[in-house]
């Protein structure tokens, strides 16, 4: 049967040619029992003559490259699922049926929580594995109209099709939410991952695809700041949100290039003596038409983008400069206290050496007391030990910061030269004679003491509370019953006007 279709297709095209007819090259297929082979069919008429050259060539190979390439092209390598120009080719073609059907599209932006602890803490090959598995139960999730893609890293697509009802998006997306959640086994391992996913509607939302993936992208990120492991439809005031963000992103850089900010310091009060021995110095942001800025709204900007490299550069030698002024008038022995974000110490960037150069440049080291969060400590990498002990070895001092109200442990404690425990102000806000509050706080002194540590105490805001802490023997304090924060001319007025 299959020789007499090539006859009839020889013939057919044949008798063409005699007429004068154009015939292009075709192909055929011949099917072995574990292969297809294809080949390219050529007839050419020579000139002045009714003779007929045929070729005839194997291109099974130049068409099974052509495929690989394609794939190549198209589909993700990792988890076989469409990569993100074949999602953008795909999304561009449902859109246009759509608009001609005037039928109805979700879409649907998936990202996973917390993945990149699995690969710094289990490993990239462990990472992998995981995504594999995450886009198979995403593959499972959907239905036969529906298209899963993979954009890259740790983010899926997942476009849907035939919309009939709102719950039709509710309950895909939330069996998507409850497999994904469900235990992963790699190995020895059991992985725990969640996603966070961000809806936007074709047309509801926006009829362009780059519109429609960026609605979904910042409804996503909402699922994330709401508490991740859940999902969130676009609405409006993300989009307002958005351009809110990138506005105050690029003042951000421009008031780092042109120096817009300014250290704010605030006493850390002796409790014994009620002498001012230290100060935190606090960064605050003076824009140029919205006046202050509060830190909790571009700290965790600049976390996100990598200008708190240079920010905290800044802050290091703003505060460095101000040691030899401040001790002339609060003694010799008066420390700096500087807030350290993790990322300066969690990633490559080495600024350390810097940071000790400049210190050293304005001050002795030991005038200068690190802020960090226990959470840090807790996920410690080799290279994170080692420029602990950089610090150490020259002398500067540590503070655990916020104690408390992480993942609190005697064992990082021990390990390393911890120096201070600052407790968290949500345990002296309320500190009664008796309470919870004060059981915990007392404890914490008593441990700290034994192990050699001096306790901060923050956010005192009453006497009463400033009694208690003494009456346990904290070592300082600091908060609004002392002051507030304050620049550099009022700190040094402090010594005239404060007693305790």
Known sequence: MFELDVANVFQTNIKKIIDGQEVL??????????????????????????????????????????????????????????????????????????????????????????????????????????????????????????????????????????????????????????????????????????????????????????????????????????????????????????????????DLRRAVEIDEFKLFYQPIIDMKTGEIKKAEALIRWFHPTQGLIPPDQFIGLAEETGLIFPMGSWVVKEASEKIKLFSSHFGEDFQMSINISPLQFMTSHNNNNEWIKTIEKFAQADAIILEITENLLMNATREIRNKFQLFADKGVAIAIDDFGTGYSSLAYIKEYDVDFLKIDQSFVNSLLPQSDDYILCEAIVVMAHKLGIQVVAEGVEAEEQCELLKLMGCDFAQGYYFSRPCDDEAFINLQKQFSI
């Open 25 to 250: 090259p075709w192909k055929y297929y011949r099917h072995n029992e574990d292969s297809t082979n294809t080949f390219e069919v050529r007839i050419v008429k020579i000139d002045h003559s009714d003779e007929l050259i045929i070729i005839i060539r194997d291109i099974s190979n130049r068409e099974r490259a052509e495929k690989l390439i394609w794939k190549q092209a198209n589909f993700d390598s990792l988890t076989s699922l469409p990569n993100r120009k074949m999602f953008l080719e795909t999304l561009d073609k449902e859109i246009i049926k759509k608009t001609d059907n005037q039928q109805k599209l979700a879409l649907l932006f998936i990202d996973l929580d917390h993945f990149k602890e699995v690969n710094d803490t289990l490993g990239h090959h462990v990472g992998d594995m995981l995504l594999k598995e995450v886009a198979q139960r995403l593959s499972h999730c959907i239905r036969q109209s529906d298209i899963v893609a993979r954009l890259g890293g740790d983010e899926f697509t997942i476009i849907m099709n035939d919309i009939s009802s709102p719950h039709v998006i509710d309950d895909t997306t939330q069996r998507i939410i409850d497999k994904i959640s469900e235990p992963i086994l790699i190995g020895e391992n059991t992985c725990y991952i969640s996603p966070s996913i961000g809806i936007a509607l074709y047309p509801e939302d926006f009829i362009d695809a780059k519109d429609l993936i960026k609605a979904a992208d910042q409804a996503m990120f909402s699922a994330k700041k709401a508490g991740r492991n859940r999902y969130h439809y676009y609405q409006s005031i993300m989009q307002e949100s958005a351009i809110k963000r990138m506005t105050l992103l690029t």
